[in-house]
């Protein structure tokens, strides 16, 4: 939709979308959802993080691409009639098969909201093949709308996009002209309206909630973002704003500070994040929002006296130069958590997200949530505050730990199975005693038992127990794990080691909910919750004929994957200082401070065993470490690094990491060549020339 402009507003007309069209990316793009911004041909205009990530491909190899080619064969006769459909609406939700470099076919839930700018239409995918139905429905915000107009230096609406009239119910013809106070319900709003326009032309941006108000007269919950336009003389030109709906979260947030009556209540921006833009380390421009966040004053500001280096402490500073690198890469981080360091010298935890704005005059804009508040009511007892998790020494912040942390959430309230898949080291059993812990089984028995340390002819009588005088050495009636779990969880870690001939006798079990003893007649009838853990591919044990099939569908009713440590460093400072502290407070020491060398060595090791490899390893350093700060043995991880290429030949090495990476993919070719970064084609030479065969894998 392309509106008409007051010839007053040259500036605006011409510069305008341009800006807003950077600020709705920064506001948008940077939780990492796929998200693609398409013009009337739809052809790719601008893609998110997550959008290169689902595709394959980095962000510029997309944009001025169409849908089209990435569409299943069978699916492209049908975009174009979609495509006119929804230009026609202005909204459109559906499932496509896409498929990305890697040529692998994928199920994609979207939803397309038209016109979002001039001839810009957003366009917001879901993966569906990646995930469970139950977790679908778990993800928020995906769906949001998204007003975006502008006002001039006085506040009066000089453009009204097609999202802005979903949103307000007004049409462009009805919002141009009108001042912005037309959105707000009562004069207070009005006045503070006016307060946050100078203040956002002084600051340059400003955020903030409130009561907005549509045409038809009823209200809804707005979060704002307002960025001032100026010229290149300085000029105050106009605004640009973005507004979402929040009204579903602020109705919650109401709920949860209801039911905290007994808590000072939240402030009315307690969500708001501070916004801040500048260089890497300069910080030219920033919100009133951050620098009481941060406990300096705006002459400290102007004085040029905030740099991001001094801000952050040491052991950030390598999770801040991953966070520049994929901002560089793909045009926004994924939102972490770090500290900053106050004037005062106290910390704040705050949750941190940067997208570039290239053509702006400056180049970084990051939001910067406080998360005080957030941690001080965890902190709460739970008789006080209702607690929504229970995830323990579950430690992790990053957007696949968090996708974990959803699953175990959807699924601990029912009784179905869970799988939980994964390398080793990478905390199954922790996501088990999670899902039991969130159950409605909690005050029952959580019985574990590990069947690869069992030898294979006790793993039967452990399971089952067995009847005195069932064999030789069978003085008394033994109870096995099933029946000690009855009404509880039953925790069966390495299931893949079942030997082949005890399987049947597992699945009859889960299947009938009722079993017999060793040596015994009677049957037992049992209400057992499985969680069952693996390290090992099913798949291919079932191809070996070493896994019964209908034992692999009956225990993957609900799969979670475990994530090794490599696929989200960014948890990794958390995890150190955790476990540092952990393990400084058993050894009754104080140690606060990880110095900069350790955690940049920390975040660049791979991990192969993962989490549980890192815990011993700062479990070692607090041992070696004296004083205040973690003094960890960083050579060994380099001489470990020495020790695994020693000896190795060049095609030696290469053949074992193809060899790693293909089991990690289960074998699939266009998987195994995607991560490796190079053509199915070339992988495929390369495993003829290194004689690997399916029967390596």
Same mark, same amino acid.
């Given at each position: ?205 400003? $955020? ?69 833009? $500048? ?145 080793? $080291? ?92 060793? $040596? ?178």
């Amino acid at each position: 939709m392309i509106v008409s402009q007051p010839p007053t507003t040259g500036w605006l007309v011409e510069h305008g979308p341009q800006e807003l069209e950077l600020l709705l990316r920064a506001v948008v793009f940077q939780p990492c959802a796929p998200i693609l911004l398409a013009d009337n041909d739809r052809r790719y205009r601008d893609a998110s993080v997550g959008a290169s990530k689902l595709l394959g491909l980095p962000r510029d190899k997309i944009i001025g691409r169409s849908l089209d080619d990435f569409a299943e064969p069978k699916f492209k006769p049908v975009i174009p009639e979609r495509w006119s459909a929804f230009l026609k609406d202005g909204e459109q939700e559906g499932t496509l098969q896409l498929a990305g470099a890697d040529g692998i076919p994928r199920d994609v839930e979207y939803i397309a909201k038209g016109n979002v700018l001039p001839v810009r239409h957003l366009l917001v995918l879901r993966d569906k093949t990646a995930r469970a139905p139950s977790e679908l429905a778990s993800v928020p915000g995906w769906v949001q709308d998204y007003a975006l107009f502008l006002l001039d230096a006085d506040g009066m609406v000089v453009a009204w996009y097609a999202g802005a009239e979903r949103i307000y119910g007004y049409t462009s013809d009805e919002a141009i002209g009108q001042h912005v106070s037309l959105l707000y319900p009562d004069e207070k709003a009005r006045v503070r309206l006016q307060e946050k326009l100078k203040r956002a032309a002084v600051e340059g941006h400003i $955020g903030g909630e409130g009561w907005h108000l549509k045409k038809d007269g009823t209200r809804f919950w707005a979060s704002v973002i307002t960025m001032a336009l100026k010229d290149e003389s300085g000029d105050l030109q106009g605004f640009a704003r973005v507004v979402r709906d929040f009204s579903d979260r602020h109705e919650r947030d109401e709920k949860l500070r209801r039911s905290r009556a007994v808590l000072r209540p939240l402030p009315a921006e307690s969500t708001i994040a501070g916004v801040v833009s $500048g260089e890497f380390d300069r910080i030219p421009e920033a919100n009133d929002a951050f620098l009481e966040m941060v406990g300096y004053s705006r002459e400290d500001l102007q004085a040029g006296r905030l740099h991001w280096p001094e801000l952050t402490p040491p052991e950030y500073r390598a999770l801040d130069e991953v966070a520049h690198e994929e901002g560089l890469q793909f045009g926004a981080c994924t939102p972490f958590e770090k500290e900053l360091i106050r004037k005062d010298g106290a910390r704040v935890p705050v949750l941190v997200a940067t997208a570039v704005l290239k053509l702006s005059p400056f180049r970084w804009i990051t939001f910067v949530q406080d998360l005080r508040e957030r941690d001080r009511l965890e902190n709460i007892d739970d008789e006080v505050v209702e607690v929504q998790h229970n995830f323990e020494e579950i430690v992790g912040t990053s957007s696949v730990m968090k996708r974990v942390m959803a699953q175990v959430e959807v699924v601990a309230p029912t009784d179905a199975t869970v799988l939980v898949l994964g390398e080793t $080291g990478t905390g199954k059993e922790l996501i088990a005693r999670a899902i039991h812990r969130m159950s409605p089984r909690r005050n029952l028995p959580f019985i574990s038992l590990n069947c690869a340390a069992i030898p294979t002819g006790l793993l039967e009588s452990e399971l089952f127990g067995y009847e005195r005088g069932a064999f030789t050495g069978a003085l008394s009636q033994k109870i096995g794990r099933f029946e000690m779990a009855h009404r509880g969880t039953l925790f069966l870690d390495e299931v893949g080691d079942i030997p082949l001939d005890l399987q049947p006798k597992l699945l009859r079990a889960l299947q009938e909910k009722a079993f017999e003893r060793l $040596g015994g007649t009677r049957t037992i009838p049992i209400d057992v919750r499985l969680v069952a853990a693996t390290n090992r591919n099913l798949i291919q044990m079932m191809g070996d004929k070493l896994f019964r099939s209908d034992l692999y569908y009956r225990l993957k009713v609900f799969p979670i994957t475990t994530p090794p440590l490599r696929d989200h460093p960014e948890d990794i400072p958390i995890l150190a200082r955790h476990f540092t502290k952990k393990y400084a407070a058993k050894m009754a020491r104080t140690i606060d401070k990880i110095p900069t060398e350790t955690m940049r060595a920390l975040v660049s090791w791979p991990w192969p065993g993962n989490v549980r490899e890192l815990e011993n390893f700062v479990e070692r350093s607090v041992i070696l470490s004296k004083g205040p700060s973690l003094r960890a043995p960083l050579t060994e991880l380099r001489d470990g690094d020495l020790e695994t290429i020693s000896g190795s030949t060049l095609e030696e090495v290469e053949r074992d990491h193809i060899l790693r990476v293909l089991r990690e993919t289960h074998g699939v070719i266009s998987a195994a060549a995607s991560r490796l970064g190079m053509p199915r084609t070339t992988l495929n030479a390369m495993m003829k020339k290194l004689g690997i065969s399916r029967g390596d894998l």
